[in-house]
């Protein structure tokens, strides 16, 4: 099947099938057009499965399959919510053809970043031989991509399915899923967060023609290989930002704040190795970016010598913007840093980064 093909805004030349898909709002959030009780995030993916690594060797058992599990529990809900039983009803009893399936998800891997995917074999018929097949070349997370791949098919046919994931070579893997005696066995609940709507005051430059930020034009765009890149060359995903702090909540809930220190300290020396700045960022500039991502509004910024204070409403990964705060300081300032830093229920981030 050949990729659908995205259409680029003229003037910005971002993909507009963005437009469709998100709205960036003033409190620093982007959510769904269809849903904006559901964010979404910008986030960058090169250190996702290192950090999940470095999670395992300091003594986590099977942070793989935690992983997994989450993106998977997620994405079946989701399905489940999102597109109405009759129609999935529909693709089972075969009167819609299953390509409609197939194209949405291999466009919505374009569009966000997720690595170039192939369908390879697709059978859902409601039946016992119900299986399917994907094939991903450069996928930004093994185990985020395919446990949601996995979540997406059982939630069409909401029911539990097996799995085989096999490695083609260092870029490329595969995933069958298929129908199993084997009884249920979901592992996780999902504890669904709405996004309710607090009025900031970002302002985003937007282009005249699409509505979309401006400044989304600095990513770079590589669709025919569904990759999206940063003006510093990290690779970046369009994401639901619950999936992985679902993952890290859990992972403190197991093994206490060290993880997390741990997971904010990978990030940190991952931003400083890869992305170094001659210059510090005005405060208008981080609130911008900050906004740009979705990962919240930036209320307060002050940063000295001495050290640096921040408080960001709405945040959304919020050990990974703490980690690029604490990368932010050490990289104009030298040395070592120590970080301190609260989340409220309802996503406050409050951070204290002293030298
Ligand atoms: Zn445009």
Known sequence: ???????????????????????WLNSGVIVLAHDRLRRQCFIESE??????????????????????EAARTRRASRTRERIPPEVRAMIRNM???PDVLVEAMVSDTQLRGFGDCEVLDLLLQGGEKDHATIRVNHTYSKPL??????????GFLDRRLAFTLRDISPETCEMSVFVTGLADTCSMSFEEKE???????????????????????RLQWQLDRSIIKDSFGLRMVLFDPQVLDLIFKELERRSGKTISRAIIEAQCRFLLNSSKRE????RREISDELALRGLGNLREFEMDRQGLRVSVENAAC?????????ALFEGLHGGDSRIEWDISENGDLELDVRP
């Open 1 to 23: 099947m050949s990729k659908p093909k995205s259409v680029l805004c003229p003037e910005c030349g971002i993909p507009l099938g963005l437009a469709e898909e998100c709205l």
């Open 195 to 217: 996004y309710c709507h607090r009025d900031g005051d970002i302002e985003l430059e937007r282009c005249g023609s699409c509505g979309l930020p401006s400044a989304l034009s």
């Open 95 to 97: 009167l819609l053809n």
């Open 318 to 326: 919020h050990l990974n913007t703490a980690g690029a705060f604490k």
């Open 279 to 282: 210059l510090g960022p005005s």
């Open 47 to 68: 250190n996702l499965d290192p950090t999940f690594q470095l999670v395992s060797k300091m003594g986590v058992p099977d942070i793989e399959d935690l992983v997994l």
């Open 145 to 154: 991509f395919f446990g949601a791949f996995a979540g997406l098919i059982e």
